[in-house]
């Protein structure tokens, strides 16, 4: 777990203590950011899933794209930027696992099984051009047959010079895309085989309701890969830039807001966090044991908010229930 810098500062504050309420003055404020690497994606690694491009042929090597991410987050979160794709151009946002059976170097079968049980699975043994499978073929076949996970978590569209900037997070699991304003599974609103405006995701079978996904906790190796979307006009879903040096460590706590680790959440958290964060009336009397617990509303500091936070939903006052405790979950 990363050290966090402490910036202090003067707030008063009105603290419920086990006999009465006490007026004081704090000295608290945090700062912290977290750590991020660039990757710059290309066409150097895409071997087996190169499919035949979509409505015509574009040299990517003109294009200029990279992802910006979280290398330890509650999930896989960044942002895409990219310059010279094909305009107005639909692309799929996937990771895909890295085998041992595929990658001689740098495999991961744990991460690779996760992002399939997430998403969806591709069997490089599977005759025929459509090689997905699903999740019982997939445990039928997992030590006799090279198979890769892989999740479609998002999706954009280039503005007309062939550019975008996507914040994105790994939040929902598609099983592929289509065109229609009103959000139907159909193709109604395709305009010359593009879809400018209204591209809706398909949610994949048997997985969590898209914004609802959890990645289970754990690093990770994966590849990130652009696939243009086809909306089914063919076999056509041609994967066009990627890069397979993904690493990533997903965590959150055991037990949202129970910051001092001993298996409930109460006043002794609120004090926990006043105590090592405040700096008053002992500094580091209490000992934070998972800081990811004491983030509780999730903006990425621990702060005089998540006292009150937990103040509020857990110590009963004043108002209770008046703040969301969610520890990013």
């Not at 330890?72 to 692309?91: D, Q, S």
């Not at 809706?200 to 990645?215: D, F, K, S, V, Y």
């Not at 509020?312 to 006052?317: E, L, Q």
Request: aromatic share 14%; net charge negative; with cysteine.
């Amino acid at each position: 777990m990363k050290l966090r810098e402490v910036y202090l500062e003067i707030h008063p504050i009105r603290v419920k203590t086990i006999s009465s309420y006490l007026l004081i003055m704090l000295v608290f404020c945090s700062s912290a950011s977290s750590e991020q690497k660039t990757a710059v994606l290309d066409n150097g690694s895409l071997e087996w899933d190169e499919m035949p491009q979509y409505l015509y042929n574009y040299d990517y090597n003109l294009s200029e794209v990279n992802i910006t991410y979280e290398t330890c987050a509650n999930t896989f979160r960044g942002r895409l930027t990219g310059r010279n794709l094909k305009p107005n151009f639909t692309y799929q946002m996937k990771i895909f696992g890295k085998p041992c059976c595929y990658y001689s170097q740098g495999c991961d079968n744990e991460s690779n099984e996760k992002i399939g049980y997430l998403g969806r699975w591709w069997d490089l043994n599977k005759s025929g051009a459509n090689k997905n499978i699903n999740d019982n073929e997939y445990e039928a076949n997992k030590d006799l047959h090279c198979i890769f996970g892989y999740l479609v978590f998002d999706y954009f569209i280039t503005d007309v010079n062939g550019d975008v900037v996507k914040d994105f997070e790994c939040d929902s699991s598609y099983h592929v895309l289509w065109c229609n304003c009103t959000g139907k599974i159909n193709n109604y609103d395709l305009v010359d085989g593009l879809c400018p405006e209204c591209v809706t995701g398909e949610p994949e079978g048997g997985r969590p309701a898209p914004g609802t996904l959890i990645m289970p906790r754990g690093d990770y190796n994966a590849r990130f890969t652009l696939t243009e979307e086809c909306f089914h006009q063919g076999w056509n879903w041609s994967s066009v830039l990627s890069n397979d040096s993904i690493e990533f460590t997903i965590e959150r706590p055991s037990i949202c807001g129970d910051v001092n680790d001993d298996g409930t959440v109460n006043l002794a958290d609120v004090m926990t966090l006043w105590y090592d964060y405040a700096d008053y009336p002992y500094p580091s009397a209490y000992t934070i044991s998972d800081e990811w617990a004491a983030d509780v509303n999730c903006d990425g500091v621990i702060n005089m908010a998540d006292v009150m936070t937990l103040w509020y939903d857990y110590a009963d006052y004043p108002t209770p229930g008046a703040h969301e405790v969610n520890c990013c979950d």
